[in-house]
């Protein structure tokens, strides 16, 4: 089954407003990555963790591999924040291949 | 941050022929991987290549698909012969170290026709 679970696949958003993306594992992952992915392709990297929260800006991301889950907050969002949000991770069992979430398609409007 | 630049950006080709997709790794970086994502969905993992090796691939690296890079020059994906299940957007990445960030490329899209 799906390793990386993620959740909602799609998100609207005022301007000025915040909310949360999540990424539940079924599997024991050593590191979580966080990409936006804008509207001509690119991945933009947002966060890699190990562990903890760490934050950037109005993004937030925190990493619990114990209880196998990772987050995005984002607050005040901006109608730059538009896009495709994944999180994809690293098992700790295998090898080096990031699992990728299927994606939350934001939507930031005035 | 990382530049991990792909070329081309677009490449449109006829079933059965070869395709060669280029990626110029971030200069410092040792690990290099391809990932498919056919569009609207999820990005899915291909091959990761070390020290002149494949050292993990998936089901979706069939054997028509192949990876080298040349001494230090570009790292390829190439596909011989191509199918049209072949089309997506074929991702290049690098990094570092075998457990650190990996830095993306923005994508070659591949049209078989």
């Known amino acids: 089954g799906d390793q990386v679970e993620q959740s909602p696949s799609a998100l609207s958003l005022h301007e000025g407003t915040g909310s949360a993306l999540r990424c539940n594992f079924t599997?024991?992952?050593?590191?979580v990555q966080w990409f936006q992915q804008n509207s001509r392709g690119s991945l933009i990297n947002l966060f890699y963790?190990?562990?903890g929260t760490k934050e950037n800006g109005r993004l937030k991301s925190t990493f619990n591999s114990k209880e196998s889950y990772s987050t995005l907050h984002i607050r005040d969002a901006q109608l730059e924040d538009s896009g495709t949000y994944f999180c994809?991770?690293?098992?700790?069992?295998?090898?080096?291949?990031?699992?990728f979430g299927t994606g939350t398609t934001v939507s930031v409007s005035p | 941050g990382p530049k991990v630049l792909q070329i081309p950006s677009h490449q449109i080709i006829d079933m059965g022929q070869m395709v060669t997709l280029n990626c110029d790794p971030v200069?410092?970086?040792?690990?290099f991987y391809w990932y498919k994502q056919i569009l609207g969905q999820q990005m899915e993992f291909l091959v990761n290549f070390y020290n002149g090796k494949v050292m993990e691939k998936s089901k979706l690296f069939k054997d028509q698909f192949s990876v080298e890079r040349p001494d230090g020059s570009y790292f390829t994906l190439k596909i011989q012969p191509t199918a049209l299940e072949d089309s997506a957007v074929y991702f290049c990445a690098s990094s570092s170290d075998s457990h650190t960030e990996v830095f993306f490329g923005k994508g070659t899209r591949l049209t078989v026709v």
């Open positions: 963790l190990a562990s």
């Open positions: 599997t024991t992952m050593r590191a």
């Open positions: 200069s410092n970086h040792l690990y």
């Open positions: 994809a991770a690293e098992p700790y069992q295998g090898g080096r291949a990031l699992i």
